[in-house]
């Protein structure tokens, strides 16, 4: 078996709790129009993203920028 899921953990500057999981996860979703799991596990934030047969490299590419365009705001 293939898995299609892995949890990618994000770096400490974006925060560690649930209260910023969710602010990650809206800010994704109203500000980038990215809807992608966002938990918060062992004082860091991860996400959660799938290989699906309608997400497309540009799809990841696109999650990368806006979650490492956060990082670099702080």
């Known amino acids: 078996m293939v898995g299609s899921m892995a949890s990618v953990t ?6 560690g709790t649930r209260d910023d999981a969710a602010r990650l996860r809206d800010a994704l979703l109203f500000e980038d ?7 918060a596990a062992w004082g860091r934030l991860h996400i959660r993203v799938a290989a699906q047969v309608y997400v497309d490299m ?16 702080i």
């Open 10 to 15: 994000l770096p400490a500057s974006l925060g």
């Open 33 to 39: 129009g990215i809807e992608v799991g966002v938990s």
């Open 58 to 73: 540009d799809d990841y590419a696109r999650l990368a920028d806006a979650v490492f365009a956060r990082v670099h705001r």
